[in-house]
């Protein structure tokens, strides 16, 4: 096993490092009070490339894979962005240029991707439900087939950025879940342009993360093309499949980014910081909740490498609804979701721990928001219930790991 990066990764997470010196924390802290997209920031990432970072290279991106993208989440979070720079690349990137780049058509590769990877066009998906939660199979969202045309009428919840984006991702049912002769048979994934008069949606007030609307969101009508299918129909599972577990490798690197920060401003502190005759850092009370929590981190990170390997070379996309490639999909898609759900869990609790015990270091100082503690004990939380619960990730490991009888049914 080769754990150096290549010349490329060190490149992206120098870039990385160099653009978060222009967005400090105090940026991130004035975007959040004022509730303000941070258009700068955007703009910035987007010059460096990092928006097209898995778009081919033909269609203007950088040609790499999640490797490259969870080296760039972790080190724009770790040095002062917070959740900031995990949270536009997973819409756009995760949401929109993954899907279109692995199971496009080359019409919806030429129309989405260059755009993208110009930062041109911002992305979203819709695919929670009020009545659905996590279990997806539920969804109510239905497209009905009408001539060449797709009517899809719906609604959904916790949809994040469609205020400002061009293009969602839309996951509907095509065959109602009681006339599936399988429970994942039926979904379809939905290419649709925004903004449309049959999608509204209203934002919803919530506790972090400010500077990015997440909404509640009605579909009344909405007609698509034929061509609007991403994929297959009824066979949306799969694809989903193929974007929920690098979304929560993103969870993962996102995490492991907020620890970081929160450790290092906590130890920053820490050394000039005197109550008594010494600096608190000194105190092994808080050396040794940190360093535990450091060197979880560092080994979460691990694992979410490992998972970013195996999905850039497990597999390949064309193979997914290839019925003769099923057994070999279905083992390749259980590794990656091995690894993928381990992270998640490791990276998001030892994070968790991070800013608790950094808060604890700065006492009072760190409820106030000058010090930028309390934000990132907001925004760390919210990884503990989103892209999926921490509970639901150790149901999967109990269950498709240990081989445990499972816990809950659909």
């Given at each position: 096993?080769?754990?150096?990066?290549?010349?490329?990764?060190?490149?992206?997470?120098?870039?990385?490092?160099?653009?978060?010196?222009?967005?400090?924390?105090?940026?991130?802290?004035?975007?959040?009070?004022?509730?303000?997209?941070?258009?700068?920031?955007?703009?910035?990432?987007?010059?460096?490339?990092?928006?097209?970072?898995?778009?081919?290279?033909?269609?203007?991106?950088?040609?790499?894979?999640?490797?490259?993208?969870?080296?760039?989440?972790?080190?724009?979070?770790?040095?002062?962005?917070?959740?900031?720079?995990?949270?536009?690349?997973?819409?756009?990137?995760?949401?929109?240029?993954?899907?279109?780049?692995?199971?496009?058509?080359?019409?919806?590769?030429?129309?989405?991707?260059?755009?993208?990877?110009?930062?041109?066009?911002?992305?979203?998906?819709?695919?929670?439900?009020?009545?659905?939660?996590?279990?997806?199979?539920?969804?109510?969202?239905?497209?009905?087939?009408?001539?060449?045309?797709?009517?899809?009428?719906?609604?959904?919840?916790?949809?994040?950025?469609?205020?400002?984006?061009?293009?969602?991702?839309?996951?509907?049912?095509?065959?109602?879940?009681?006339?599936?002769?399988?429970?994942?048979?039926?979904?379809?994934?939905?290419?649709?342009?925004?903004?449309?008069?049959?999608?509204?949606?209203?934002?919803?007030?919530?506790?972090?993360?400010?500077?990015?609307?997440?909404?509640?969101?009605?579909?009344?009508?909405?007609?698509?093309?034929?061509?609007?299918?991403?994929?297959?129909?009824?066979?949306?599972?799969?694809?989903l499949l193929d974007v929920l577990n690098p979304e929560r490798m993103s969870a993962?690197?996102?995490?492991?980014?907020?620890?970081?920060?929160?450790?290092?401003?906590?130890?920053?502190?820490?050394?000039?910081?005197?109550?008594?005759?010494?600096?608190?850092?000194?105190?092994?009370?808080?050396?040794?909740?940190?360093?535990?929590?450091?060197?979880?981190?560092?080994?979460?990170?691990?694992?979410?490498?490992?998972?970013?390997?195996?999905?850039?070379?497990?597999?390949?996309?064309?193979?997914?609804?290839?019925?003769?490639?099923?057994?070999?999909?279905?083992?390749?898609?259980?590794?990656?979701?091995?690894?993928?759900?381990?992270?998640?869990?490791?990276?998001?609790?030892?994070?968790?721990?991070?800013?608790?015990?950094?808060?604890?270091?700065?006492?009072?100082?760190?409820?106030?928001?000058?010090?930028?503690?309390?934000?990132w004990w907001r925004e760390v939380n919210l990884l503990r219930l989103a892209p999926?619960?921490?509970?639901?990730?150790?149901?999967?490991?109990?269950?498709?790991?240990?081989?445990?009888?499972?816990?809950?049914?659909?």
């Amino acid at each position: 096993m080769d754990f150096n990066l290549t010349d490329e990764q060190k490149m992206i997470a120098e870039a990385a490092k160099d653009i978060a010196k222009d967005f400090p924390p105090e940026y991130w802290r004035e975007k959040e009070e004022k509730g303000e997209f941070a258009e700068e920031f955007w703009k910035a990432i987007s010059k460096a490339g990092f928006v097209g970072i898995v778009i081919p290279e033909e269609y203007g991106g950088a040609g790499y894979g999640m490797q490259e993208m969870v080296i760039a989440m972790e080190e724009l979070c770790a040095n002062g962005c917070g959740a900031g720079g995990l949270w536009y690349l997973v819409l756009t990137e995760i949401f929109g240029a993954l899907p279109i780049a692995r199971y496009g058509s080359e019409e919806q590769k030429e129309k989405y991707l260059p755009r993208i990877a110009k930062g041109e066009m911002e992305f979203c998906m819709a695919l929670t439900e009020p009545n659905a939660g996590t279990n997806t199979f539920r969804i109510q969202t239905f497209a009905r087939k009408e001539g060449d045309e797709y009517v899809i009428n719906g609604s959904k919840i916790f949809i994040s950025g469609i205020d400002r984006a061009k293009g969602m991702l839309l996951v509907a049912r095509t065959t109602p879940l009681d006339q599936a002769p399988k429970k994942s048979f039926g979904i379809t994934l939905f290419l649709v342009d925004l903004p449309n008069k049959a999608v509204k949606w209203n934002p919803i007030p919530k506790h972090g993360i400010n500077f990015s609307k997440t909404c509640e969101v009605s579909i009344t009508d909405l007609r698509v093309p034929e061509d609007a299918v991403l994929g297959q129909k009824d066979l949306g599972w799969y694809l989903l499949l193929d974007v929920l577990n690098p979304e929560r490798m993103s969870a993962a690197a996102g995490a492991i980014g907020i620890g970081r920060v929160a450790i290092k401003k906590a130890v920053e502190y820490s050394k000039q910081r005197k109550v008594f005759a010494d600096p608190i850092g000194s105190y092994q009370g808080l050396q040794f909740p940190l360093a535990e929590a450091y060197a979880a981190l560092e080994c979460a990170r691990m694992m979410t490498y490992k998972a970013a390997w195996l999905y850039d070379t497990k597999f390949k996309s064309k193979d997914v609804l290839d019925p003769a490639k099923r057994v070999e999909m279905a083992a390749a898609f259980k590794e990656i979701g091995d690894a993928a759900n381990m992270a998640k869990v490791v990276a998001v609790e030892n994070a968790i721990k991070a800013v608790y015990w950094a808060m604890q270091t700065f006492g009072g100082y760190g409820y106030a928001k000058e010090y930028d503690v309390e934000r990132w004990w907001r925004e760390v939380n919210l990884l503990r219930l989103a892209p999926i619960t921490q509970q639901m990730a150790l149901n999967y490991i109990a269950e498709h790991i240990l081989g445990m009888p499972k816990s809950y049914r659909t």
